[in-house]
Nanobody, 125 residues
Framework: QVQLVESGGGLVQAGGSLRLSCAASGRTFSRYVLGWFRQAPGKEREFVATITSSGGFTSYADSVKGRFTISRDGAKNTVYLQMNSLKPEDTAVYYC??????????????????WGQGTQVTVSS
């Protein structure tokens, strides 16, 4: 069983930065692939980024590549999403997700086993 709790969302001006955190409980945290999804009003949930259990491989949506960075800290059982050069179109609720299989992050909308409650990110123009 894994529980995920996001934090770090907020209101920021375009061009600004935010860092999202997702704290996980559970002794098997290190086994899980972790990732971030987001959902804007009236839109489907979309993939943002993922990181393997070892932290050795990351993957990003084209829309955030070069601006966002995903990382994980095993000692703190936490995954981060550093978001730079934010744009108004990045406005969404951001969700942290965990699954043993990386495939669940490639399916549209994500089918990960565990999800956080979400944190709102609003980017003003």
């Amino acid at each position: 069983q894994v529980q995920l709790v996001e934090s770090g969302g907020g209101l920021v001006q375009a061009g600004g930065s935010l860092r999202l955190s997702c704290a996980a409980s559970g002794r098997t945290f290190s086994r899980y692939v972790l990732g971030w999804f987001r959902q804007a009003p009236g839109k489907e949930r979309e993939f943002v980024a993922t990181i393997t259990s070892s932290g050795g491989f990351t993957s990003y949506a084209d829309s955030v590549k070069g601006r966002f960075t995903i990382s994980r800290d095993g000692a703190k059982n936490t995954v981060y999403l550093q978001m730079n050069s934010l744009k108004p179109e990045d406005t969404a609720v951001y969700y942290c997700a965990a699954d043993l299989s990386p495939r669940s992050f490639r399916i549209a909308g994500g089918t990960a086993e565990y999800w956080g409650q979400g944190t709102q990110v609003t980017v003003s123009s």
